[in-house]
């Protein structure tokens, strides 16, 4: 399929931005920055142009399936960090960002056929709100995926203090900004899809796993809130919070799939 080539093709091109991004740590030089600027930028079009044509193929949104979930996914991690690179002005960010791109795409890559052929969309996936639930809440798991991402920076400048590293509240206010906004994002997924719930199953909840797993994340992220705003907390305990939650996030999006049945396990 013509998708698969151009997921390819961004596969390579983020693999090849992420060299440019260490090498820019280690040379310091602006060129080499913009050049991993510009190469994941182009890395970003191919992977959009690979979803438009999944969509084209299938003939519904792309991500009803584990393989187009994750494609998706790692498309909506460049998206956000790209804004994030280019509203902060550091790129520091793309050394860890781009790795869990790498693996996600590497990931879908090598699924069993059956998890990539084109197939028609299940009677429940058929509705209004399959674009504007799935979509939401896969953004909000990659403001999460940054955020974990900025969270390890954080750890890795207070404990080794690296100087090529931003300074830590640099890093932990872009954390809380990702984090805040992914809360709201995930907030309204989980809105959404308790509508949708009601109106495909006749119940806004039903303790399904992946509702179940959604709450526990969105509790997490209302723990680090809390921490933040009630409690004070900030630096390495609110970090730690963030990488936990991630972690927690893509046992919602992943694991729940393959070790808890329920409505939601379209693999």
């Known amino acids: 399929m013509r998708s698969e080539i151009y997921l390819g093709l961004s596969f390579f091109s983020y693999l090849l931005a992420t060299l440019f991004y260490v090498g820019l740590q280690l040379f310091k030089h602006n060129l080499i920055g913009i050049f991993a600027t510009s190469i994941t930028t182009l890395g970003f079009l191919s992977h959009t142009i690979g979803l438009i044509l999944r969509t084209k193929e299938a003939s519904h949104p792309p991500f009803t399936n584990m393989y187009e979930s994750v494609v998706f996914f790692s498309w909506a991690i460049i998206l956000i960090y790209l804004f994030i690179e280019h509203r902060f002005k550091s790129k520091i960010i793309g050394i860890f960002v781009l790795p869990i791109v790498l693996l996600a795409i590497g990931y879908a890559s090598v699924l069993p056929g059956e998890y990539k052929e084109v197939r028609p969309i299940v009677p429940a996936l058929q509705s209004f709100w399959l674009p504007i639930h799935v979509s939401t809440c896969f953004l909000s798991y990659a403001c999460f995926a940054i955020a974990f991402c900025t969270s390890l920076i954080y750890l890795l400048k207070e404990r080794f203090g690296f100087k090529r590293i931003p300074d830590t509240e640099f890093l932990d206010q872009i954390t809380y900004r990702v984090v805040s906004f992914g809360f709201l994002l995930l907030t309204f997924g989980i809105i959404t899809g308790a509508i949708w719930a009601n109106y495909a199953w006749g119940r806004y909840w039903g303790w399904d796993p992946k509702e179940t797993w959604s709450l526990v994340t969105w509790l997490i992220y209302v723990g680090y809130l809390h921490?933040?705003?009630?409690?004070?907390?900030?630096?390495?305990?609110?970090?730690?919070?963030?990488?936990?939650?991630?972690?927690?996030?893509?046992?919602t999006f992943v694991g729940v799939n393959f070790l808890l049945s329920g409505l939601h396990s379209y693999v």
């Open 227 to 251: 921490a933040r705003f009630i409690s004070g907390w900030r630096g390495k305990k609110t970090a730690w919070i963030a990488i936990i939650g991630f972690l927690i996030s893509m046992f």
